[in-house]
């Protein structure tokens, strides 16, 4: 059979297809969506739930005159590969290569680049606002998952909708999921509009009787006759009072029911939300079976789903996870909130073993943060992991409600450093800088699995406002203490030592950078450069004891951290010294003052000089310079 997936270059080329080839088209896409990801990982489940919407958006609109948002955007890998970006495709999430969420300097058609979820509908309106300003004709469509519906940003985009505009489509993407299975009332009530069994039955017999006949000039009168019905069995008044006019639920999969609610919607003279219902993993059975697992992978076996790589160690997530619960199986005041990533954090567990203390709040970070805040207020101690990367959404919330009234919240940042092939919106790389300043925070990073457990106890046994960060990926593979033991206060420690009488250059490392500072000191110890090792354990508090002795007879300092090296670990430590009065270099190394892009690990790390030989040769002339 000839390829209709080999004939689409552009938008354009979808206007010359009939329905039968729109639908192989949908099953090429879907081969080559799971031919791509079994290679570079990404989001796989989501991007096979709407292939078909994305048909049907490129072939009803104009994606580079029209202004079409994917919230999220992690779901916009049909939409990529038909806007002009099939050939490329193969280079997802590679480094130089193209993105795995929408990016506005990739493609005209990407309307709004986008990596947190919630702001396709403020985005959207503001657009709508613009184009009604400046006289233009073009359609904004917002495609909203039904997990960020109930955002806060999203919400607040609904409550100004009606003053804003007249004009505006939304599509609502209803797999009863985000990332985990969707939390909370909005969700229940989308679940039940979707369920309901006498609007579907005489949903499904209309729409079968007008396509037995062929009669395409019912759909006006059709979706009149709907939009009159529904109300009779469904509680669509939630939106219809936001403004928007409701129509569905449609089945995301029925190429021909989407192009004619889409036509619909091209003429509505109100602004009109379309809400579809799409399986999350469609037409890849271990997706459509575990959904969760599916929605981010590594590489893996297209055939059977199996991983290409499997590894022993346990992740820094799966180390929390576990430390964490045996603490909670000790202290009945611990709870533990996520935000949609019970899974992804490794609260699974915890869930399970301990529901009564188990919190998903959806898509809400700044309300898990005043959330965790209210119950510190009534006596528990509340541990809150969320990636990096998504904090940043509630920092106002951790100066104002946690830090300000010194509550026992502990955040645990998973994910805090590079993490490689998402990019740069989940790069969890700035919330050193953003918390840094915070008066009575307390900052920590572990160099391996047994300082995460002894941190994790230290912060419950504290009783203030305490932030653990830890990176993506797999830890050094230190056992987990059965009876950890709390951390000294602010103390770091020392991994190696110079010997005596010696001007040494000092290493000072944080978390997971420990491992380059040994390799950049055996590069330098090559030299017959002295060396000593410092795994720093806090931010705040710095030893700052520990550093002014060592400053005495140091002839260098070099920093390292898995974070923006502006602002950081690297700061704090440079001002310290400032204040003791060391005259030599400080060599502040982390990432760079700009938007790290994607690519593997282990090339961003050598793109930004973070490798032994280019330390060890920064060192070298560092030392040189303060000689001449």
Same mark, same amino acid.
């Given at each position: 059979?000839?390829?209709?997936?080999?004939?689409?270059?552009?938008?354009?080329?979808?206007?010359?297809?009939?329905?039968?080839?729109?639908?192989?088209?949908?099953?090429?896409?879907?081969?080559?969506?799971?031919?791509?990801?079994?290679?570079?990982?990404?989001?796989?489940?989501?991007?096979?739930?709407?292939?078909?919407?994305?048909?049907?958006?490129?072939?009803?609109?104009?994606?580079?005159?029209?202004?079409?948002?994917?919230?999220?955007?992690?779901?916009?890998?049909?939409?990529?590969?038909?806007?002009?970006?099939?050939?490329?495709?193969?280079?997802?999430?590679?480094?130089?290569?193209?993105?795995?969420?929408?990016?506005?300097?990739?493609?005209?058609?990407?309307?709004?680049?986008?990596?947190?979820?919630?702001?396709?509908?403020?985005?959207?309106?503001?657009?709508?606002?613009?184009?009604?300003?400046?006289?233009?004709?073009?359609?904004?469509?917002?495609?909203?998952?039904?997990?960020?519906?109930?955002?806060?940003?999203?919400?607040?985009?609904?409550?100004?909708?009606?003053?804003?505009?007249?004009?505006?489509?939304?599509?609502?993407?209803?797999?009863?999921?985000?990332?985990?299975?969707?939390?909370?009332?909005?969700?229940?009530?989308?679940?039940?509009?979707?369920?309901?069994?006498?609007?579907?039955?005489?949903?499904?017999?209309?729409?079968?009787?007008?396509?037995?006949?062929?009669?395409?000039?019912?759909?006006?009168?059709?979706?009149?006759?709907?939009?009159?019905?529904?109300?009779?069995?469904?509680?669509?008044?939630?939106?219809?009072?936001?403004?928007?006019?409701?129509?569905?639920?449609?089945?995301?999969?029925?190429?021909?029911?989407?192009?004619?609610?889409?036509?619909?919607?091209?003429?509505?003279?109100?602004?009109?939300?379309?809400?579809?219902?799409?399986?999350?993993?469609?037409?890849?059975?271990?997706?459509?079976?575990?959904?969760?697992?599916?929605?981010?992978?590594?590489?893996?076996?297209?055939?059977?789903? @199996?991983?290409? $790589?499997? *590894?022993?160690? %346990? /992740?820094?997530?799966?180390? +929390?996870?576990? &430390? !964490?619960?045996?603490?909670?199986?000790?202290?009945?005041?611990?709870?533990?909130?996520?935000?949609?990533?019970?899974?992804?954090?490794?609260?699974?567990?915890?869930?399970?073993?301990?529901?009564?203390?188990?919190?998903?709040?959806?898509?809400?970070?700044?309300?898990?943060?005043?959330?965790?805040?209210?119950?510190?207020?009534?006596?528990?101690?509340?541990?809150?992991?969320?990636?990096?990367?998504?904090?940043?959404?509630?920092?106002?919330?951790?100066?104002?409600?946690?830090?300000?009234?010194?509550?026992?919240?502990?955040?645990?940042?998973?994910? @805090?450093?590079? $993490?490689? *092939?998402?990019? %740069? /919106?989940?790069?969890?790389? +700035?919330?050193? &800088? !953003?918390?840094?300043?915070?008066?009575?925070?307390?900052?920590?990073?572990?160099?391996?699995?047994?300082?995460?457990?002894?941190?994790?106890?230290?912060?419950?046994?504290?009783?203030?406002?305490?932030?653990?960060?830890?990176?993506?990926?797999?830890?050094?593979?230190?056992?987990?203490?059965?009876?950890?033991?709390?951390?000294?206060?602010?103390?770091?420690?020392?991994?190696?030592?110079?010997?005596?009488?010696?001007?040494?250059?000092?290493?000072?490392?944080?978390?997971?950078?420990?491992?380059?500072?040994?390799?950049?000191?055996?590069?330098?110890?090559?030299?017959?450069?002295?060396?000593?090792?410092?795994?720093?354990?806090?931010?705040?508090?710095?030893?700052?004891?520990?550093?002014?002795?060592?400053?005495?007879?140091?002839?260098?300092?070099?920093?390292?951290?898995?974070?923006?090296?502006?602002?950081?670990?690297?700061?704090?430590?440079?001002?310290?010294?400032?204040?003791?009065?060391?005259?030599?270099?400080?060599?502040?190394?982390?990432?760079?003052?700009?938007?790290?892009?994607?690519?593997?690990?282990?090339?961003?790390?050598?793109?930004?000089?973070?490798?032994?030989?280019?330390?060890?040769?920064?060192?070298?002339?560092?030392?040189?310079?303060?000689?001449?």
């Amino acid at each position: 059979m000839e390829s209709v997936l080999n004939s689409v270059d552009s938008p354009k080329d979808l206007e010359k297809l009939d329905l039968k080839s729109l639908e192989q088209l949908a099953q090429e896409l879907r081969g080559l969506i799971i031919e791509t990801v079994s290679r570079t990982g990404g989001h796989l489940a989501a991007n096979l739930g709407v292939v078909e919407l994305a048909i049907a958006l490129v072939r009803t609109f104009e994606p580079e005159r029209d202004r079409i948002l994917w919230d999220v955007s992690h779901q916009g890998y049909a939409f990529k590969i038909l806007t002009g970006r099939r050939e490329r495709f193969p280079t997802l999430r590679r480094q130089n290569g193209i993105s795995g969420f929408l990016r506005r300097e990739e493609s005209p058609c990407d309307a709004f680049g986008a990596g947190h979820a919630g702001t396709a509908l403020s985005a959207a309106l503001g657009m709508a606002a613009a184009r009604d300003r400046l006289g233009g004709d073009e359609h904004i469509v917002a495609v909203v998952g039904d997990g960020a519906i109930g955002n806060g940003i999203s919400l607040e985009a609904l409550n100004n909708l009606q003053q804003t505009t007249s004009r505006l489509i939304v599509v609502l993407n209803d797999n009863e999921m985000s990332i985990a299975e969707n939390v909370g009332a909005l969700s229940r009530h989308l679940g039940g509009m979707l369920a309901n069994p006498r609007y579907n039955r005489w949903k499904g017999s209309v729409e079968s009787f007008a396509s037995k006949l062929g009669l395409g000039w019912l759909r006006s009168a059709y979706y009149k006759v709907e939009e009159a019905t529904k109300s009779l069995f469904l509680r669509s008044a939630f939106f219809e009072e936001m403004g928007l006019r409701y129509v569905g639920p449609i089945d995301g999969h029925n190429l021909p029911a989407l192009l004619d609610a889409f036509a619909i919607a091209r003429r509505a003279a109100r602004p009109i939300l379309l809400h579809v219902a799409t399986r999350k993993g469609r037409g890849f059975a271990p997706a459509e079976k575990e959904p969760e697992k599916w929605h981010g992978t590594s590489p893996f076996h297209p055939e059977t789903g @199996a991983p290409l $790589v499997v *590894d022993a160690r %346990p /992740t820094w997530s799966q180390s +929390f996870a576990v &430390a !964490l619960e045996s603490l909670a199986e000790q202290d009945k005041r611990i709870v533990a909130i996520t935000a949609a990533m019970a899974a992804g954090t490794g609260l699974s567990g915890f869930a399970r073993r301990f529901p009564d203390r188990f919190f998903d709040v959806g898509i809400s970070e700044e309300h898990a943060v005043v959330f965790a805040a209210g119950m510190a207020c009534q006596g528990f101690t509340t541990v809150f992991a969320v990636y990096s990367t998504f904090l940043q959404r509630a920092v106002d919330c951790v100066v104002h409600d946690v830090c300000l009234q010194q509550l026992p919240v502990v955040l645990c940042l998973d994910r @805090a450093g590079i $993490v490689g *092939d998402d990019g %740069p /919106t989940h790069h969890g790389i +700035f919330d050193l &800088a !953003l918390l840094r300043s915070v008066p009575g925070l307390t900052i920590m990073q572990p160099a391996d699995e047994d300082e995460l457990a002894r941190m994790l106890v230290s912060a419950v046994r504290l009783q203030r406002p305490v932030v653990i960060r830890y990176p993506r990926g797999r830890g050094p593979g230190v056992a987990l203490p059965s009876d950890p033991q709390p951390l000294e206060f602010g103390r770091a420690e020392v991994r190696r030592q110079p010997a005596a009488g010696t001007a040494p250059v000092w290493i000072w490392a944080l978390g997971d950078m420990v491992s380059l500072a040994e390799k950049t000191a055996d590069r330098l110890a090559c030299q017959d450069i002295p060396c000593g090792i410092v795994n720093a354990r806090f931010v705040r508090p710095l030893d700052t004891e520990l550093l002014a002795r060592q400053a005495r007879d140091a002839r260098l300092f070099l920093t390292l951290e898995n974070a923006a090296a502006k602002g950081g670990f690297g700061s704090e430590t440079e001002e310290a010294l400032v204040e003791h009065r060391f005259e030599g270099p400080v060599l502040r190394r982390g990432w760079p003052d700009e938007f790290v892009p994607q690519g593997q690990t282990e090339f961003l790390f050598e793109r930004c000089g973070l490798t032994p030989d280019a330390l060890a040769r920064d060192a070298l002339a560092a030392l040189r310079c303060r000689q001449e």
